[in-house]
């Protein structure tokens, strides 16, 4: 039987795995929404407006899951890791308090405004909003960033008698790994916006909508993706030498290297032995791993026998890491093929349709991985260096937390599964929309009826 440990370590996991979904996209759709209705401003284009009605709808639903799974993300700081307040809160409760002052708030006020405001105040007003509340969707990720880049790696505070004291904020929230993160975090944000965008846009398209509205914010995701994803790539790799700064045996873990060597292989793929500290089966390439995170062919990185007992579980981070590059270069081909396409045809093929509805959601795939790369490989440590995860944990029965674990779990099911097939039913239904004016205030949306059969066209 799992106990209470690793069954906290399981519930909070689900916990962020679900909650971080929303703000993934968030994040980035209001910037895009931004984009949408300043192009209406000064195109007075009703095609914009279409775009930005539509995907508001959108950013309104996820906008509200995410408040709701992030409040119960937060619960578990008292009910399953309480030494973690104990320990750090005089640090991670003010940039909580701050995220939640500069962000939340902001969010939610002006929410309301560009959902049904654009007939009930000034046009520079809903433009407004739509910025702030855009800027305040950034805003929540540079707080929850800063504390997390912070437990990654701590600085600017002192231990008093085991408790964690500030003694420089711009230190902490400026974290060494911090600005990496930020815009790690950013930039998979946009992509995952990017082919949530071009996949419901393309099935859209796939079933027969021939209005601009789905043709042109398929160009504006696909376009932004093949833009975004090589400067992603860059930032990795900024991030990554970063890691390897501040903590080797993440890295180690990431590439599979046991033992400390120069000119490191690259490991493609393998079956991580840990009993054994071994690779089975593995599929390398010499050197490329040390000419990747050293910039020499025979740079010397560190192996996981030099951090026995200190080092994450090899095979999550191992695998994860592969999975979060792997969509990533599939990414790459497909908003490289797809805007190659658009550029020369002005359309996409039916394949290449159907291929972007199948990666609408690749962008939470990636990111899932790439947290869990980050967030397993922290491990022993819950703030690295400075407690470790066992000593966080809660007294209470494992069969406590596996009751509320079970329920989680139901729950979260229930919800990414109904949230799923609205955004489906809502491009569904956006097909049998008329095409309208949208500058002339109080026309309904009509439902568009079918042409009988001999009718003039």
């Known amino acids: 039987m799992l106990d209470t440990l690793m069954l906290s370590r399981i519930q909070f996991a689900a916990n962020i795995s679900f909650h971080i979904l929303f703000p993934t996209i968030t994040i980035a759709l209001g910037w895009l929404l931004f984009y949408f209705k300043i192009r209406f401003d000064f195109s007075k284009h009703p095609i914009w407006m279409r775009a930005y009605r539509f995907w508001v709808k959108v950013f309104a639903l996820t906008f509200a899951l995410g408040v709701v799974s992030g409040i119960t993300m937060s619960f578990q700081f008292g009910t399953n890791w309480p ?12 940039l909580l308090a701050y995220e939640i002052l500069t962000a939340f708030f902001l969010e939610a006020t002006l929410l309301g405004i560009m959902l049904f405001g654009f007939q009930r105040v000034p046009g520079w007003a809903h433009t407004g909003a739509t910025f702030l509340v855009a800027l305040a969707t950034t805003l929540s990720a540079f707080w929850i960033l800063a504390l ?6 701590p600085v600017g505070f002192e231990m008093r008698d085991g408790v964690a004291h500030a003694t420089d904020w711009l230190a902490i929230i400026f974290s060494p790994s911090f600005p990496y993160r930020l815009g790690h975090m950013l930039l998979a944000s946009a992509l995952t916006v990017c082919f949530l965008v071009a996949g419901l846009s393309a099935y859209r398209l796939l079933r027969g909508d021939q209005k601009k509205a789905p ?20 930032v990795g790799d900024l991030h990554g030498l970063n890691t390897l700064e501040h903590q080797p045996q993440k890295i180690a873990a990431m590439e599979g290297i046991w033992e400390t060597q120069q000119g490191a292989p690259l490991v493609l793929f393998a079956i991580p032995d840990e009993e054994n500290r071994q690779n089975r089966f593995a599929l390398e390439i010499p050197k490329l ?19 026995e007992g200190e080092h994450p579980p090899v095979a999550p981070v191992f695998y994860s890491f592969r999975v979060m590059v792997g969509i990533g270069m ?16 002005d359309s996409l093929t039916p394949l290449q349709l159907k291929l972007l509805v199948g990666m609408t959601f690749s962008g939470w795939v990636a990111t899932l991985a790439g947290w869990y790369v980050t967030e397993i490989g922290r491990q022993p440590y819950l703030v690295y260096g400075v407690l470790k995860t066992r000593d966080a944990v809660t007294t209470i029965a494992s069969e406590q937390v596996a009751i509320t674990l079970s329920l989680y779990l139901l729950l979260y099911a229930v919800l990414l599964f109904a949230y799923i097939k609205t955004l489906f039913v809502l491009a569904r239904k956006a097909v049998d929309v008329e095409e309208y004016d949208l500058t002339r205030p109080g026309l309904p949306e009509r439902k568009a009826n079918p042409m009988p059969e001999g009718a003039p066209v």
């Open 148 to 153: 997390n880049s912070w437990m990654q790696t």
């Open 289 to 307: 791993a040390s000419l990747i995170l050293t910039h020499q062919l025979d740079g010397e990185l560190k192996g996981l026998n030099e951090f």
């Open 215 to 234: 043709k042109i914010t398929l160009k504006t995701a696909l376009f932004s993706a093949a833009l975004l994803v090589p400067l992603q790539i860059f």
């Open 83 to 94: 030494g973690f307040m104990e320990t750090v809160g005089n640090i991670a409760g003010p």
């Open 330 to 345: 599939l990414m790459l081909l497909m908003a490289w093929w797809c805007s190659a396409r658009l550029y020369r045809h």
